[in-house]
């Protein structure tokens, strides 16, 4: 089968852990959380240090597509996709972008159900950002989830990427 990387589009709190969480179990797929070096980086260096985080973030990617082991990139492409591109075709793999397309009332209801203040107050921004990886990279998503699938997003997303590991295994 040749190796390929499950990734995400969307906002902060749109669903994209629990997705990768159930895609890794129905298709024993390491996850590769941006998240847990985030709070790595907070808790060794008792704040958050964005360069420390990048280049911690960074060698440990590499070090993963060196592998050659197809995973699921647990994080929002949204403003770095260019970046991991760049590194998926030079290591040779195939990819799938599940983009959260939810609308900005689904998100705020998430976000005060999880209680993400400071995601509330960056509603707009995140949206945004969302709208704009989409305007330029819409044509490379494997699936779009709208809010009238956020419920079933985790069979929509499973089916989704079946299909298109069976198709790419038969090329």
Same mark, same amino acid.
């Given at each position: 089968?040749k190796?390929?990387?499950?990734?995400?589009?969307?906002?902060?709190?749109?669903? =994209?852990?629990?997705?990768?969480? *159930?895609?890794?179990?129905?298709?024993?797929?390491?996850?590769?959380?941006?998240?847990?070096?985030?709070?790595?980086?907070q808790? @060794?260096?008792?704040?958050?240090?964005?360069? +420390? *985080? =990048?280049?911690?973030?960074?060698?440990?990617? !590499?070090?993963?597509?060196?592998?050659?082991?197809?995973?699921? *990139?647990?994080?929002?492409? @949204?403003? !770095?996709?260019?970046?991991?591109?760049?590194?998926?075709?030079?290591?040779?793999?195939?990819?799938?972008? &599940?983009?959260?397309d939810?609308? $900005?009332?689904?998100?705020?209801?998430? *976000? =005060?159900? $999880?209680? #993400?203040?400071?995601?509330?107050?960056?509603?707009?921004?995140?949206?945004?950002?969302?709208?704009?990886?989409?305007?330029?990279?819409? $044509? +490379?998503?494997?699936?779009? &989830?709208?809010?009238?699938?956020? #419920?079933?997003?985790?069979?929509?997303?499973? /089916?989704?990427?079946?299909?298109? /590991?069976?198709?790419?295994?038969?090329?």
């Open positions: 089968m190796k390929f990387c499950i990734t995400f589009a969307g906002a902060v709190g749109s669903s =994209k852990s629990p997705i990768a969480n *159930y895609l890794s179990g129905k298709l024993n797929l390491p996850v590769f959380n941006n998240d847990i070096i985030r709070t790595e980086v808790e @060794d260096m008792g704040k958050f240090d964005e360069v +420390e *985080y =990048k280049k911690r973030r960074n060698e440990r990617a !590499e070090a993963l597509l060196k592998s050659g082991v197809s995973f699921i *990139y647990d994080a929002s492409v @949204d403003r !770095e996709w260019d970046l991991l591109k760049k590194w998926l075709i030079r290591e040779k793999y195939n990819w799938f972008i &599940i983009s959260l939810l609308s $900005k009332d689904l998100l705020l209801k998430l *976000y =005060k159900i $999880k209680e #993400y203040a400071d995601a509330q107050q960056r509603l707009e921004q995140l949206f945004l950002e969302h709208q704009v990886f989409l305007d330029k990279y819409s $044509k +490379e998503v494997g699936v779009h &989830i709208t809010d009238e699938q956020f #419920y079933s997003r985790l069979s929509v997303a499973y /089916i989704a990427v079946k299909e298109s /590991i069976t198709t790419h295994a038969k090329l």
